[in-house]
């Protein structure tokens, strides 16, 4: 088959697989509390994978990488413990591109706390439109959360500029890595980001893993996030005190072999050149984009010039749900909808679009065989 | 003609071709004789929650028996309600509530739509035996 949805997951490398495997066959134990061997092991292993990701983000601290579930855990920790911080009348700004998971949070935050929610819109091409970036940048807003990739669009934002911009008034900003990570190289030091989210499963790792990366002082600054086993440090029946970061924002036991081996993935990762991957799956989107054209009633979504390998489409007069059907009828894999960004949808005025996204394993062997196959589910719809 | 004896004509009809394209190509075709609503009559109320393309539905009584129109904006959802609308309408209200269809089961039809399309299937199967409940209990 032909699998062109990895903006929705990637597929597993063998070294993740077995590294699950591993863990539960030699390695199982829980974490932070055992004196025995095997949990001592499991320890150093879990945290062994949280310098990786460390190194992998270029975080100065370790302690700064807290796990999640994934990138939805990620944000709504942030929106729940860094918006206790906030008072009504704070301003949050995210922008017209983003994921359900960074809008809701935020709309739930606003409601909670009395804030105000403002967004950047976009354009006829996906991009930001930055022209009004003054206007709704101001110093009433405290935080500025936007995504780095869209997942529907494939517009990569100007993240530096728009970090500087954020400073130098004072706001704070959330970037959401979930669609970024698996395709360039993103180092949080050097971007001085405040809050950093991704998925482990888009990066080649299992489900139900994420990131957070906080810068040290927002964390320590942050109430915790859940009450329970690992976080705390006394607890009695007067009152509880709280552990260290990271642990502090990590209740509970967490998805120790997950977390190992999302480290496993980004090691396996670690070892491609992020230019050539960039430059091969820039190369596959361009292809993609040509062949694509070809056809006859065809309107691109995502057109702008800085653009990730993510190629959202639908055809004039046909459904993409009939094209989605037909595609995998074929053995293609792509997805079809409203990608979980509604909002963008409703700027098109379309109920959904077909998305092809492409990963370096992709070959223009399977964009030839996907354009073919399109060709056929036209023919049978038309 | 009987539910049952509908239902194995289409189970006859699906068994002349091999593959899957060609059972699409067919359910496309079907979905050309799907009695149509009117567009005045495609009513926010009249769609059919649980399908990824929107599909709407009515159902009226006409001489004891129930009898459906629809349309959605999706072709192969379009050919999906017409098998359940070819083997369902005219028929009275209890032979629907009690109608088993295992062709959706015998043709495959469940195994090869995506889960969400199978649970617009399983929707629109749902409204019609709701409508059918209502209509009956109207009589």
Known sequence: ?382 | MSIAEKEQQLIDDFAIYDDWMEKYEYIIELGKDLPLLDENEKSDERIIKGCQSTVWMKAAIDDGKVVYKADADAIIAKGIIAMLIQVLSGEEPQAILDAELKFIKEIGLQEHLSPTRSNGLVAMLKQMKLDALALNMKK
């Open chain 1, 1 to 382: 088959m032909v699998y062109f949805d990895n903006g929705a997951t990637g597929q597993k490398p063998q070294v993740v697989i077995e590294r699950i495997n591993t863990y539960y066959q030699k390695e199982n134990a829980n974490i932070h509390r055992g004196v025995h061997h095997l949990s001592q092991l499991s320890t150093e292993n879990y945290e062994a994978a949280r310098s990786i990701i460390q190194n992998f983000i270029g975080a100065n601290h370790s302690e700064e990488v807290i796990f999640t579930s994934g990138t939805t855990e990620g944000i709504n920790l942030v929106a729940q413990c860094y918006g206790e911080l906030l008072q009504a009348g704070d301003e949050v700004l995210i922008t017209e591109m983003e994921h359900h998971s960074n809008i809701v949070p935020w709309q739930m935050l606003a409601e909670r706390k009395q804030l105000t929610l403002k967004y950047i819109p976009i354009n006829e091409k996906g991009e930001l439109r930055l022209e009004l970036l003054d206007e709704l940048l101001t110093t009433k807003t405290k935080l500025f959360a936007f995504t780095h990739i869209s997942n529907s669009l494939g517009t990569i934002n100007p993240i530096k500029e728009l970090i500087e911009k954020a400073h130098a008034i004072g706001c704070k900003v959330l970037l959401d890595a979930a669609q970024s990570l698996q395709h360039c190289q993103v180092n949080v030091t050097e971007l001085d980001v405040d809050f950093l989210v991704f998925s482990g499963h888009k990066v080649f790792g299992p489900t139900g893993t994420g990131i957070l990366y906080g810068k040290k002082e927002l964390l320590n600054a942050m109430p915790p996030y859940r009450g329970g086993g690992d976080m705390i440090k006394t607890v009695k029946m007067s009152g509880t005190t709280y552990n260290e970061l990271p642990h502090k924002m990590e209740a509970g036991t967490p998805n120790i072999a997950g977390g190992i081996a999302l480290g496993q993935a980004l090691e396996w990762l670690s070892q491609f050149d992020f230019q050539e991957i960039e430059a091969y799956e820039h190369e596959l989107l361009e292809y993609a984009t040509k062949e694509i054209k070809t056809i006859e009633g065809v309107k691109i979504f995502g057109e702008s010039s800085n653009k990730s390998s993510i190629l959202s489409f639908l055809i004039d007069g046909l459904h993409p749900y009939d094209i989605g059907t037909l595609l995998n009828q074929q053995g293609v894999a792509v997805r079809t909808g409203h990608h979980c960004t509604q909002p963008i949808m409703d700027f098109f005025d379309i109920p959904g679009t077909i998305r092809a996204s492409f990963s370096f394993y992709n070959t223009k062997e399977e964009i030839d065989y996907f354009i073919n196959a399109l060709k056929k589910a036209v023919s049978m719809l038309a």
